[in-house]
């Protein structure tokens, strides 16, 4: 047993710090969050050149050929920067499920241009209110064309090309559509983490084509929801992370009655719960990642925990940070909200954490000291 | 990273358990986990946890972490960790020897003279001489440094007088290593001093305390002109905080991966024997959410604890990160009972193994647990560490720095 990242790993995810601490600092956030843009499309080239969209993609369909234990440290410093870009859509959701269920072609087509950030794909799922379900999907694909609506789909409005989850006669099947073609209607939503902005997607007879075997498209999003639950859950704990020390920072040098207010021990206290929260996040994280890279079965009950835990963390570490700040916690100019907004956005963003939990339990109970 | 054990790590575990399986009954895996809270120790229980100790002393599996010279196998903790999931899969005695083993046998390797070590680390890793910690008083727990029993130098001796309270097992132990005040002029943490003392010396008086769960595992211990040789001195004069730090650094790790990790199995299986609303409680929407919580700060609790182990194996000074298990894991396992409990409906209340579920463990567990938060640090006092020593925040404001501890405000 080693519970350690290795230094090549190490120095990855400093890498992506040291890059990230230059191009991604938090005004460029607030710039997407402020503005009408989709993403950061000069952050979002050097991403790409750093060759994180396609770590875990093998090198012979254009990837860096890394594995997932140093994807899951970059996303963690994606976590941490609240980075504007479609990073959770493109790489967690379309590349994994064009890796888990594409055709050869489908992979050289696709795989490389992915990679390279020319090409940004997304994952269409939700129809509204109701569980996040690849079931009981009513969008429908007939084998050539896509009919109904999505909503919200992440990231719509950035990406090229969507994976879309629909029904397609008694089954569900994955379809690939060209998100610039014919029959497809894109509108913007004012979302809860306009930083990473949610639209609605209607279909009209839009052509798409298949992605992996018909009829086995639930097992497949649920399979490649699993992996990017253990890939945002790092995200989210990146941005608990930053919160914490954020927190610190601003609480050391606010003086009241004069002391600094970090000092009161109501705050340490909570500081300390925040810090024990993202820790057993962590350590969810560090077992999911490796059932990840393994390739085990068990990736099924990881990264439910995982899923839960860091959302659960960094909403916990959002919520205390802006109390913690005191009155200017609560204005639009300070960053607080932008990691408050982050943390509700990707707690929803693959279903919630309460449909995680109900979800670890299904699995839980057929194999659990039965 | 690799969670699965190395092939050396593997062949340690069948060597482990091939050993156990020629001493011990392996417990039924139906069997619900045994009650971690002992306490209710008779003289054959200690018996039985003597002789255990000494058959693995003898064959070689005691204190594995300790160095040879002192009785140990020189290994690192992980294969402790392999060593201990392996014992817990069978029928062991009560353990004793967490306090001895886990924090004062390191206390004196760290502290002790030649003679000190030469002398007693072998004896007490065979367990046939148990140890118990004399730290706390009646106006000293978790200011510790307020501690009050005084040790005067008299001749080649040390007499001491006062009491200690809360000692663990002291009533079964044959030496304790106590913190006395030498020196009341001086600020309270400067004038601490550290020793060994006999527990069966003249005018050492042990009274068993009965706790809120009906055990009486810890103790009240008087000390009336008790004479102390002065080569039981442990550290130097005025010293005794330093190596009582030693002690308690010891004690958060060794406390480390605990907390009813284990326990979620027997969680599962109680909510499929309970009924809530005319269907297994597992079925109920409320009830599933709590067990994924459970679940998950429970494997947390466990992957945290490998984290910090791992850690230490590859060179690291365990530190104050150790802190998270107890933290954590001590208000879970009561959570977990309470819990448990709730799943029992009214049944809850009964505690008569006889028709109770799971041998009543829960409201076991639901009585030891607030114990468990309160023993090695209060839920505040760890907060506070974590807070000051890993995250750096600020210390408390205190009225009692520089102050002769004679002259500090108490409350008695
Ligand atoms: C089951 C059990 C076994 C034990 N075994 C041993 C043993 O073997 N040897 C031994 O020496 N001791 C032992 N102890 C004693 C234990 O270490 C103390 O009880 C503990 O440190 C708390 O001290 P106290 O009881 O004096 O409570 P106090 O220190 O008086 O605490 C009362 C309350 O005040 C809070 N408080 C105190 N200081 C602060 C602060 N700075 N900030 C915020 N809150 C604070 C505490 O958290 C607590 O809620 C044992 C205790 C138990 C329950």
């Not at chain 2, 000692?167 to 106590?178: E, K, N, W």
Request: glycine fraction near 12%; include cysteine.
């Amino acid at each position: 047993m080693n519970l350690e990242f290795s230094d090549d790993q190490k120095f990855v995810q400093q890498t992506a710090r040291d890059y990230l601490e230059e191009h991604a600092t938090l005004d460029k956030c607030r710039a997407v969050l402020e503005g009408s843009g989709t993403h950061d499309p000069e952050l979002w080239k050097g991403v790409a050149e750093m060759g994180w969209l396609g770590a875990a993609v093998p090198e012979e369909y254009g990837g860096a050929g890394l594995g997932y234990l140093e994807l899951v440290l970059i996303s963690q410093e994606v976590g941490r920067s609240l980075a504007p870009i479609p990073f959770s859509s493109s790489v967690y959701l379309a590349t994994e499920a064009i890796l888990q269920a594409g055709s050869e072609d489908q992979k050289k087509d696709l795989l490389g241009r992915l990679s390279a950030g020319e090409l940004i794909g997304t994952f269409a799922l939700a129809e509204g209110l109701g569980d996040f379900d690849p079931g009981t999907c009513q969008v429908s694909f007939d084998g050539s064309q896509l009919n109904g609506t999505k909503l919200p789909v992440p990231d719509a409005g950035a990406a090229g090309i969507a994976v879309v989850v629909a029904r397609e006669g008694e089954g569900t099947s994955l379809a690939l559509v060209d998100l610039d073609g014919a029959g497809v209607t894109r509108t913007p939503l004012e979302s809860f983490d306009p930083s990473r902005p949610l639209y609605q997607v209607d279909f009209e007879g839009a052509p798409a084509t298949r992605l992996g075997a018909a009829g086995e498209g639930a097992a497949v999003a649920s399979d490649v929801l699993d992996r990017a639950a253990v890939l945002l859950g790092y995200e989210q704990i990146g941005g608990a992370e930053r919160t914490l020390e954020l927190t610190k920072e601003q609480t050391m040098s606010r003086f009241a009655f004069g002391r600094p207010v970090a000092s009161f021990q109501a705050l340490k206290h909570r500081m300390a719960d925040v810090y024990c929260k993202i820790q057993i996040a962590l350590s969810n994280g560090y077992y999911a990642a490796w059932t990840l890279s393994e390739g085990s079965e068990e990736v099924g009950v990881a990264s439910c925990s995982t899923r839960v835990a860091a959302s659960d963390a960094f909403c916990l570490a959002t919520e205390e940070m802006i109390q913690m700040y005191g009155g200017v916690g609560y204005t639009w100019e300070y960053d607080c909200h932008l990691f408050y907004r982050r943390a509700k956005g990707t707690a929803h963003a693959l279903g919630t954490p309460d449909e995680w939990r109900e979800k670890l339990v299904q699995r839980l109970d057929k194999t659990i000291g039965g | 990273m690799n969670f699965d054990d190395t092939p050396q790590e593997a062949e340690f575990r069948a060597k482990a358990r091939a050993f156990l399986e020629q001493h011990l009954e392996p417990l039924n895996p139906d069997e619900v986990s045994p009650n971690l809270l002992g306490e209710r120790e008779d003289e054959g229980a200690i018996q039985k946890a003597k002789d255990w100790q000494a058959t693995k002393y003898d064959n070689g599996w005691a204190v594995l972490t300790w160095p040879k010279e002192y009785g140990g196998q020189g290994m690192g903790r992980l294969e402790n960790v392999i060593f201990n999931q392996e014992e817990g899969k069978f029928k062991t005695p009560a353990a004793i020897y967490g306090i001895g083993h886990g924090m004062l046998g390191p206390t004196l390797m760290t502290h002790g003279t030649e003679e000190q070590k030469e002398r007693y680390l072998k004896e007490m890793a065979r367990g046939q001489v148990v140890w118990c910690q004399l730290f706390s008083e009646p106006a000293a727990g978790s200011d510790l440094a307020g501690l009050r029993t005084s040790a005067v130098k008299d001749g080649d001796e040390w007499v001491l007088n006062g009491q200690k309270i809360w000692s663990t097992g002291a009533h079964f132990c044959d030496l304790g290593m106590i913190v006395t005040r030498t020196d009341p002029e001086l600020p309270k943490h400067d004038g601490l001093t550290y020793f060994i003392v006999d527990m069966n010396a003249p005018g050492v008086e042990c009274r068993p305390i009965k706790q809120i769960n009906g055990g009486a595992g810890f103790n009240e211990v008087f000390f009336n002109d008790v004479r102390v040789p002065a080569e039981y001195r442990v550290g130097g004069i005025g010293e005794g905080w330093k190596v009582a730090i030693t002690t308690l650094m010891n004690e958060r790790v060794s406390i480390g991966a605990g907390g009813g990790a284990g326990r979620t199995k027997d969680l599962f299986r109680l909510a499929r024997e309970c009924r809530k609303n005319g269907r297994p409680a597992i079925e109920d929407t409320a009830v599933r959410q709590r067990l994924a919580d459970a679940f998950i700060t429970s494997k947390g609790l466990q992957y945290t604890g490998y984290r910090t182990m791992s850690a230490i194996s590859r060179g690291a000074t365990p530190g104050p990160e150790g802190s998270i298990g107890k933290a954590v894991g001590a208000p879970f396992s009561q959570e977990l009972a309470a819990f448990a409990m709730e799943l029992q409906g009214v049944m809850g209340g009964v505690m008569d193994s006889s028709v109770a579920p799971q041998d009543a463990m829960w409201q076991e567990s639901y009585l030891g647990s607030p114990g468990i938060r309160i023993a090695g640090g209060t839920d505040e006092i760890l907060r506070n560490v974590i807070a000051e020593r890993v995250l750096g925040l600020p210390g408390e404001h205190r009225s009692d720095k520089g102050v002769p501890f004679r002259d500090i405000p108490s409350g008695s």
